[in-house]
């Protein structure tokens, strides 16, 4: 049996649980016109403002940072550990699978996104994130 590295579970949740998430419904998604939004006035939320607390949204709103601003520009800002005990290159990971509409159809995640999803299983279960 091969060596798990710390997080290897934890990881493999978070990319399950947030494309059955979207792929139930893609308008939950929250990007319009190419750009991507932590958390949108409909409380539409991407997959990392999904997983910030209202502490770090409310944070990140108040410095007018909740829309279509890169992770490393809030990694300082944030404490939520759920999201910084996660390896970041695997949160922008995360984050590009949500972004992009060519992951996502009108059935869910695409076979596109399935090939990314895939990519990304196999760098967590590599050591790639480590």
């Known amino acids: ?9 934890e990881m493999i949740h978070e990319l399950r649980e947030m494309v059955d998430y979207y792929s139930h419904d893609t308008n939950r998604r ?18 990392i403002g ?5 502490e770090d ?12 601003t890169g992770l490393s520009d809030i990694w300082d800002i944030i ?10 290159r695997f949160l922008e990971d995360l984050q590009d699978l949500h972004d992009s509409d060519l992951h996502w159809d009108g059935n869910g995640i695409s076979e596109r996104g ?14 790639y994130y480590a």
Not at 50 to 54: A, D, H, I, K, N
């Open 30 to 47: 929250a990007t319009s016109h190419g750009t991507c939004s932590y958390e949108t006035e409909n409380g539409a939320k991407c997959a």
């Open 79 to 88: 404490e939520t550990p759920r999201v910084k005990n996660l390896p970041r």
């Open 114 to 127: 399935k090939d990314r999803m895939e990519l990304i299983r196999t760098r967590i279960e590599t050591g």
């Open 50 to 54: 999904r997983m910030l607390s209202g």
């Open 57 to 68: 949204l409310t944070r990140l709103e108040s410095r007018g940072m909740l829309d279509d």
């Open 1 to 9: 049996m091969e060596k798990q590295y710390p997080l290897v579970t």
